[in-house]
């Protein structure tokens, strides 16, 4: 079992910039992957980002958040984190934070808003 916290959503003004964060418990040894998906009313989920948690941080981001967000980890405080700049009103979701092992593990999700 893995469970997940997420913090950090909010409302910004386009071009602000926030960062979430992930915090994973359990069985953290036997997560692969840990990432970010988002759904914005009306839509599909999407994968925004990944990365590898053990050895090398291997990451993968959506071609819609490519240069504008970075996925990165701390595994001593098994934490993995969303830096989102530049942020447009097309990023609005529920941001989810979810953790693979031979299951997906969701977080309860956290809303971003982007607004002015």
């Known amino acids: 079992q893995v469970q997940l916290v997420e913090s950090g959503g909010g409302l910004v003004q386009p071009g602000g910039s926030l960062r979430l964060s992930c915090a994973a418990s359990?069985?953290?040894?036997?997560?692969?992957?840990l990432g970010w998906y988002r759904q914005a009313p009306g839509k599909e989920r999407e994968l925004v980002a990944s990365i590898t948690r053990g050895g090398l941080a291997i990451t993968n981001y959506a071609d819609s958040v490519k240069g504008r967000f970075t996925i990165s980890r701390d595994n001593a405080k098994n934490t993995v984190y969303l830096q989102m700049n530049s942020l447009k009103p097309e990023d609005t979701a529920v941001y989810y934070c979810y953790a693979l092992t031979g299951y997906k593990y969701w977080g309860q999700g956290t809303q971003v808003t982007v607004s002015s």
């Open positions: 359990g069985s953290i040894f036997s997560i692969n992957v």
